[in-house]
């Protein structure tokens, strides 16, 4: 059975107690090195414990964040929809823009990145069964729906 890590806590002057404690492993180790970490703290060794705090804030930081591709994601476009009504509306001064095709060459000529967002909107919501009537009449709550996402970003837009 593997033994329990209890403390306590190798960095001088931690006080740290109800809290888990974590292992220096091998791969830790490396870590602190190539970060340079272990400079400020060159008494870290292998196999010696850390509280979780002082864990996270040595060894965790250096794990590799996940890169973001060119490809927009829907929190970005979300964003970048929002900054582009908000600059047709308050920056151009124009009125809501509630026609589906003009609103999609609205957005898209206004920020480039949004180009295809709207008809993934649509393409997500609206089942491909349903008629031309009622696509052209979903497309129209999309655009208030693009609306009503960007105003809860943004007080300004809606």
Avoid: W
């Avoid at 492993?25 to 090195?33: G, I, S």
């Avoid at 509280?51 to 973001?68: E, G, T």
């Avoid at 060119?70 to 908000?86: V, W």
């Amino acid at each position: 059975m593997p033994t329990k890590n209890l403390g306590p806590c190798l960095i001088i002057g931690c006080t740290n107690t109800n809290v888990q404690f974590r292992t220096i492993t091998a791969l830790a180790y490396e870590k602190c090195q190539r970060k340079r970490t272990l400079e400020a703290y060159p008494y870290l060794e292998i196999g010696k414990q850390l509280c979780h705090p002082h864990y996270c804030k040595l060894v965790k930081p250096y794990i590799k964040k996940h890169v973001q591709t060119e490809n927009n994601t829907f929190a970005s476009s979300i964003d970048m929809l929002t900054k582009a009504l908000y600059y047709q509306q308050r920056q151009e001064g124009t009125n809501l823009e509630l026609d589906p095709v003009n609103f999609e060459r609205m957005i898209e000529t206004i920020n480039p990145g949004l180009k295809g967002f709207f008809n993934f909107m649509t393409e997500a919501i609206i089942p491909k069964e349903c008629s031309a009537y009622s696509i052209n009449e979903a497309k129209k709550s999309i655009v208030g729906l693009c609306y009503l996402i960007a105003g809860l970003c943004n007080k300004f837009v809606n």
